[in-house]
């Protein structure tokens, strides 16, 4: 037998202090009546030569409950056991080979650096190691691992990392170091089975090669509590030039007063560049003009001018290009940047996309220019803008939706209680959206004949809610598109929100209702209603001044304008998308003007692409222009490289060990200990499985309760009268 912490066993001497209490202890041999004891004066203990133990089955319990408990806190173990383990786990190491492919790996030769690293780390294992490997960008991606290393072959190990090697390039996705990093300590940490028990105890190493990137996003080892058993080994690749810029679009193709069509750009200079001046161009388009007839059309080639742009290192320039207006084509414009050392992130992608024209209708009797009204505010929210060229009819609630200037509406406000529900009904049978604000408990009637009840309850009721100071919302379900573009911790409170008055809703009697926010009282305050191929969102308290602050907020706006973004099947904006976004298509299906035509995609390689069973585009793995055919109409939408990959300044190994991660440059030990913290790992390992130290204390307790059991009778008188022995 071990132990794992014998320096516990010198309490084993304690044992002393029960054998010195018992050869100490004076006897009475009985009672004896006396008068006053005042005068006498007390007389300490002593051993002496007629000192005796006269208890010894006391004595020897209050011992070997000192040594149970002593042994106890030493932690023992059976060490053969321990050595039996050991040759079964083997000295041998688990790695995982990480390696950056992302866009920044596209510079000079630092792919073959990568590569060259990933040999260095093969050459170094031995016939015991477990390796297993992992390439990250955007997303990790396990190539092989551990599982068919150890299936494989000895001789053929290394060449099976190899091989998948061989299958990777750099791409353009973005650099999400810290995600890869916590996957891949994971993936350390995991048995190789299910039913094996044994714990690893061998060494845990990442190898992560990367160019270690200013614009490498470590957020997720922020919340993340690292494993004390993992380290990394930073093999870093460094390109030999520095300069760097990237090019992005702030903002889509804007219309100024004067007519002429522009864009925003933005050119971003890394912190160690060493030039400042740079050139953004605009790929020249061709046109074909009109000619006299029988003669062959002529072509004219159109590039609008160069700009010259000073950026010192480390800082950004926003600026606004010049007339665009004949430049513009259907199938997509590039613009170039020029003057650094790596053209990797030197062309932006656009798609010329015109504004959409939407009706949306307002049922209320608000004035135009009345700011305690839901009109007021409705119309701020939804004026025309470069991207949406909106239109609020309004509508008094005692009037039927007039033909042909209402038709094609996407979105329908019912602001009052109104009588035309089966109008209502029949436009959100036939996809458009509604939105009901119960601003009283009046619209309680209107809310009975527009929305299905569920057949368990007596009825919809609308009643006012007793609001003391005021009401927040809560429970917020982010994971709805209504909410989803607020799921970010920057933008998710909602509590600075306050509501002055709301009414109660029963959810539950709405058949098919899904409730996506409540108050802080647990009553619904915006409840989700399918009605045939549209929908009806019920909001329990108004935006205007006397129910709440929600007009006045900075949620107000953006939650709008995605609920008339999806009433009308608009797509995001396609500049805006980067390499590994998801194109979603699923607004194809409530849009009037392409539901049920067939769709087909064409990636900027000319590749057709999959549709997914969720209507999403996944396989967006490089910048261009994607097409979308939806019956004889195309659709563009631009995808770029993300901005951060732009930031080529590498960063020191040292941001990762203020995040936690234990670097293995700091675990420089000698080979002597890196045997004994092996052998103490084995140690603990087998001490936790055996807990023989639960076992010692429950029988030290057991001595212990015999032993008081024992003293109880030793102290028991012997006999009756004034007399007794001890």
């Given at each position: 037998m071990s132990f794992l912490a014998p320096f516990f066993l010198a309490a084993v001497g304690a044992i002393s202090l029960p054998i010195l209490l018992h050869l100490i202890r004076r006897t009475p041999r009985g009672k004896v009546i006396f008068s006053s004891l005042m005068f006498l004066s007390p007389t300490p203990p002593r051993l002496t030569k007629r000192s005796s133990i006269e208890h010894w089955l006391l004595l020897f319990l209050r011992g070997l409950a000192v040594v149970l408990i002593a042994l106890a806190f030493a932690r023992p173990f059976f060490w053969e056991s321990a050595t039996a383990d050991a040759q079964e786990a083997g000295d041998g190491r688990r790695v995982a080979i990480l390696i950056d492919t992302s866009g920044s790996m596209q510079r000079e030769d630092l792919w073959r650096q990568a590569t060259m690293a990933v040999d260095a780390a093969l050459n170094e294992a031995a016939p015991t190691d477990e390796f297993s490997l992992m390439a990250f960008d955007r997303s990790v991606r396990r190539m092989v691992s551990r599982e068919q290393w150890s299936a494989a072959p000895l001789p053929q190990r290394a060449a099976l990392i190899k091989d998948a090697l061989a299958s990777l390039s750099p791409g353009h996705g973005a650099t999400n170091l810290g995600d890869a990093l916590v996957a891949a300590a994971d993936a350390l940490n995991e048995n190789e089975s299910t039913t094996d028990e044994r714990a690893f105890t061998g060494?845990?190493?990442?190898?992560?090669?990367?160019?270690?990137?200013?614009?490498?996003?470590?957020?997720?080892?922020?919340?993340?509590?690292?494993?004390?058993?993992?380290?990394?080994?930073?093999?870093?690749?460094?390109?030999?030039?520095?300069?760097?810029?990237?090019?992005?679009?702030?903002?889509?193709?804007?219309?100024?007063?004067?007519?002429?069509?522009?864009?925003?750009?933005?050119?971003?200079?890394?912190?160690?560049?060493?030039?400042?001046?740079?050139?953004?161009?605009?790929?020249?388009?061709?046109?074909?003009?009109?000619?006299?007839?029988?003669?062959?059309?002529?072509?004219?080639?159109?590039?609008?001018?160069?700009?010259?742009?000073?950026?010192?290192?480390?800082?950004?320039?926003?600026?606004?290009?010049?007339?665009?207006?004949?430049?513009?084509?259907?199938?997509?414009?590039?613009?170039?940047?020029?003057?650094?050392?790596?053209?990797?992130?030197?062309?932006?992608?656009?798609?010329?996309?015109?504004?959409?024209?939407?009706?949306?209708?307002?049922?209320?009797?608000?004035?135009?220019?009345?700011?305690?009204?839901?009109?007021?505010?409705?119309?701020?929210?939804?004026?025309?803008?470069?991207?949406?060229?909106?239109?609020?009819?309004?509508?008094?609630?005692?009037?039927?939706?007039?033909?042909?200037?209402?038709?094609?509406?996407?979105?329908?406000?019912?602001?009052?209680?109104?009588?035309?529900?089966?109008?209502?009904?029949?436009?959100?049978?036939?996809?458009?959206?509604?939105?009901?604000?119960?601003?009283?408990?009046?619209?309680?009637?209107?809310?009975?004949?527009?929305?299905?009840?569920?057949?368990?309850?007596?009825?919809?009721?609308?009643?006012?809610?007793?609001?003391?100071?005021?009401?927040?919302?809560?429970?917020i379900d982010f994971k709805h598109p209504l909410f989803a573009p607020f799921a970010d911790p920057r933008f998710s409170d909602f509590t600075t929100i306050r509501f002055w008055k709301h009414r109660r809703l029963d959810a539950a009697a709405i058949e098919g209702s899904r409730v996506l926010a409540k108050f802080d009282d647990g009553s619904p305050a915006l409840v989700e209603t399918p009605i045939g191929k549209g929908r009806c969102f019920t909001l329990a308290a108004g935006w205007h001044p006397a129910d709440g602050q929600l007009?006045?907020?900075?949620?107000?706006?953006?939650?709008?304008?995605?609920?008339?973004?999806?009433?009308?099947?608009?797509?995001?904006?396609?500049?805006?998308?980067?390499?590994?976004?998801?194109?979603?298509?699923?607004?194809?299906?409530?849009?009037?003007?392409?539901?049920?035509?067939?769709?087909?995609?064409?990636?900027?390689?000319?590749?057709?692409?999959?549709?997914?069973?969720?209507?999403?585009?996944?396989?967006t793995d490089q910048p261009g222009v994607y097409r979308v055919q939806v019956g004889e109409e195309m659709l563009r939408m631009?995808?770029?490289?993300?901005?951060?990959?732009?930031?080529?300044?590498?960063?020191?190994?040292?941001?990762?060990?203020?995040?936690?991660?234990?670097?293995?440059?700091?675990?420089?030990?000698?080979?002597?200990?890196?045997?004994?913290?092996?052998?103490?790992?084995?140690?603990?390992?087998?001490?936790?499985?055996?807990?023989?130290?639960?076992?010692?204390?429950?029988?030290?307790?057991?001595?212990?309760?015999?032993?008081?059991?024992v003293a109880g009778r030793f102290a028991r008188p012997a006999g009756g009268g004034n007399e007794t022995a001890s």
């Amino acid at each position: 037998m071990s132990f794992l912490a014998p320096f516990f066993l010198a309490a084993v001497g304690a044992i002393s202090l029960p054998i010195l209490l018992h050869l100490i202890r004076r006897t009475p041999r009985g009672k004896v009546i006396f008068s006053s004891l005042m005068f006498l004066s007390p007389t300490p203990p002593r051993l002496t030569k007629r000192s005796s133990i006269e208890h010894w089955l006391l004595l020897f319990l209050r011992g070997l409950a000192v040594v149970l408990i002593a042994l106890a806190f030493a932690r023992p173990f059976f060490w053969e056991s321990a050595t039996a383990d050991a040759q079964e786990a083997g000295d041998g190491r688990r790695v995982a080979i990480l390696i950056d492919t992302s866009g920044s790996m596209q510079r000079e030769d630092l792919w073959r650096q990568a590569t060259m690293a990933v040999d260095a780390a093969l050459n170094e294992a031995a016939p015991t190691d477990e390796f297993s490997l992992m390439a990250f960008d955007r997303s990790v991606r396990r190539m092989v691992s551990r599982e068919q290393w150890s299936a494989a072959p000895l001789p053929q190990r290394a060449a099976l990392i190899k091989d998948a090697l061989a299958s990777l390039s750099p791409g353009h996705g973005a650099t999400n170091l810290g995600d890869a990093l916590v996957a891949a300590a994971d993936a350390l940490n995991e048995n190789e089975s299910t039913t094996d028990e044994r714990a690893f105890t061998g060494q845990r190493q990442i190898v992560l090669i990367t160019d270690l990137q200013e614009g490498s996003h470590l957020g997720p080892l922020d919340g993340y509590d690292w494993p004390g058993q993992v380290t990394v080994k930073v093999a870093q690749v460094k390109a030999k030039a520095v300069t760097n810029a990237g090019l992005q679009i702030v903002a889509d193709r804007e219309t100024t007063s004067d007519a002429k069509d522009t864009l925003r750009v933005r050119v971003h200079n890394a912190r160690n560049s060493e030039r400042e001046s740079f050139t953004i161009r605009f790929d020249p388009l061709e046109l074909a003009t009109e000619s006299a007839p029988g003669a062959p059309a002529s072509r004219v080639t159109i590039a609008p001018k160069a700009i010259e742009v000073y950026v010192p290192p480390g800082e950004s320039r926003t600026l606004r290009t010049g007339d665009l207006s004949l430049w513009w084509s259907p199938m997509g414009n590039t613009i170039s940047l020029e003057g650094d050392d790596h053209p990797f992130d030197n062309r932006v992608y656009h798609s010329a996309t015109h504004p959409a024209e939407v009706v949306i209708v307002y049922i209320g009797d608000d004035a135009a220019g009345d700011v305690q009204g839901l009109r007021f505010y409705l119309e701020l929210v939804y004026a025309p803008g470069r991207e949406l060229i909106t239109r609020v009819v309004t509508v008094r609630p005692g009037q039927s939706l007039p033909p042909g200037e209402t038709d094609g509406a996407a979105l329908i406000i019912v602001g009052e209680a109104t009588p035309h529900t089966q109008a209502l009904r029949k436009r959100a049978e036939e996809g458009a959206t509604l939105l009901l604000v119960a601003r009283d408990t009046g619209m309680m009637r209107t809310l009975a004949d527009l929305l299905p009840s569920s057949p368990a309850a007596t009825g919809i009721t609308l009643t006012e809610a007793d609001v003391k100071d005021y009401a927040m919302l809560s429970e917020i379900d982010f994971k709805h598109p209504l909410f989803a573009p607020f799921a970010d911790p920057r933008f998710s409170d909602f509590t600075t929100i306050r509501f002055w008055k709301h009414r109660r809703l029963d959810a539950a009697a709405i058949e098919g209702s899904r409730v996506l926010a409540k108050f802080d009282d647990g009553s619904p305050a915006l409840v989700e209603t399918p009605i045939g191929k549209g929908r009806c969102f019920t909001l329990a308290a108004g935006w205007h001044p006397a129910d709440g602050q929600l007009a006045l907020s900075s949620k107000f706006a953006p939650l709008m304008h995605v609920l008339l973004r999806q009433a009308m099947g608009q797509p995001p904006a396609s500049s805006r998308l980067v390499v590994g976004d998801a194109i979603d298509l699923a607004w194809l299906a409530n849009s009037p003007s392409y539901r049920g035509k067939p769709v087909t995609v064409t990636g900027p390689d000319q590749g057709a692409l999959m549709l997914g069973e969720d209507q999403r585009i996944t396989a967006t793995d490089q910048p261009g222009v994607y097409r979308v055919q939806v019956g004889e109409e195309m659709l563009r939408m631009a995808v770029n490289l993300p901005a951060g990959e732009s930031e080529t300044m590498p960063l020191p190994a040292a941001e990762l060990e203020k995040r936690g991660v234990r670097l293995w440059q700091s675990q420089t030990v000698s080979v002597e200990k890196q045997e004994e913290q092996k052998r103490q790992m084995r140690m603990t390992e087998l001490e936790n499985r055996h807990k023989i130290w639960r076992w010692l204390i429950v029988a030290a307790i057991a001595v212990l309760m015999l032993e008081t059991f024992v003293a109880g009778r030793f102290a028991r008188p012997a006999g009756g009268g004034n007399e007794t022995a001890s």
